[in-house]
């Protein structure tokens, strides 16, 4: 249901190169930073540094997603968001496997952005050239949202396991069902955005700020999961991070939808049913 956003990627005030920048650094940083105090001060504590990384790489993912489907992509806008995802599993177990068999276990969230690279430009290039989608930045925008999509899963998964270990990832992520939660929380945090803001008028500001408000909601999602796998501390701390997240970006997206629209009015009651 792609109507809105200009062809030729959407206009942006934020250009997709310095977005690709803030998202890979931010996420890749984050990540890294979580798992080095975790493992120096020998607690879980700072797991929620994974979920707050994490919200770069979905702002780099739903602009990928009104870059691409500002085009028109028929009902392409939640198909993109959970192709973002599934080539983020893969990815991130990948990669984590890799550097795990290598004997460099901290090089994983490395292999994983380069697998999701090559892999998401891939899947771009099958989709322009095989498929015939016949879109401009296609194998740009895949190539962005399979490294989104990967940096997301992994830095929800450190939060909920707090370690970058692939055994642990896959004991307290995967096998615990945990992997659904986040998958579903994270393709509505990247592909939910230009989706709810579509039509002539979205803003690429207003379409990023909703990312970041789901991207919240995420964040209380890992930290339900994290109360069961790390305990109350790590847990509580990502739930309450989260929740002001959410809030505070809620009221901000709220303040954007009335900029916008051409009028906010009261609806009243809704009128009695005709038996």
Not at 97 to 117: K, N, R
Not at 145 to 155: P, Q, T, V
Not at 170 to 181: C, E, R, W
């Amino acid at each position: 249901m792609s109507l809105g956003g200009a062809a030729g990627g959407a206009p942006s005030a934020l250009d997709p190169k310095k977005l690709r920048m803030y998202g890979l650094v931010g996420s890749i940083v984050g990540i890294y930073l979580g798992a080095i105090l975790n493992s120096a001060l020998n607690t879980e504590v700072f797991s929620f540094i994974g979920a707050v990384a994490a919200i770069f790489a979905v702002v780099m993912g739903a602009n990928a997603v009104r870059r691409v489907c500002a085009y028109g992509i028929g009902t392409g806008v939640p198909s993109i968001g959970m192709l973002a995802l599934g080539m983020g599993i893969i990815a991130v177990m990948f990669g984590l496997s890799v550097a795990e068999t290598m004997g460099f276990g901290m090089l994983g969230p490395i292999i994983t952005l380069v697998y999701a690279g090559v892999f998401g430009y891939i899947i771009g290039v099958l989709a322009n050239k095989v498929i015939k989608f016949n879109i401009p930045v296609m194998e740009e925008g895949n190539s962005d949202l399979s490294m989104a999509g990967a940096l997301a899963i992994l830095g929800w998964s450190f939060a909920i396991s707090g370690t970058l270990g692939y055994a642990d990832i896959v004991k307290d992520v995967l096998m615990s069902g945990y992997i659904a939660i986040i998958f579903i929380a994270g393709g509505l945090a990247i592909l939910h955005p230009f989706n709810a803001n579509l039509g002539p008028d979205e803003k690429q500001d207003r379409t990023l700020v909703n990312a970041i408000m789901v991207a919240g909601l995420a964040m209380v999602a890992t930290g339900i999961a994290a109360l069961m796998t790390q305990g109350l501390a790590a847990g509580l701390l990502q739930l309450i991070i989260g929740f002001a997240l959410w809030y505070y970006f809620f009221k901000m997206y709220y303040k954007l939808v009335k900029r916008d629209a051409s009028a906010v009015v009261g609806t009243g009651l809704l009128p009695p049913t005709v038996q």
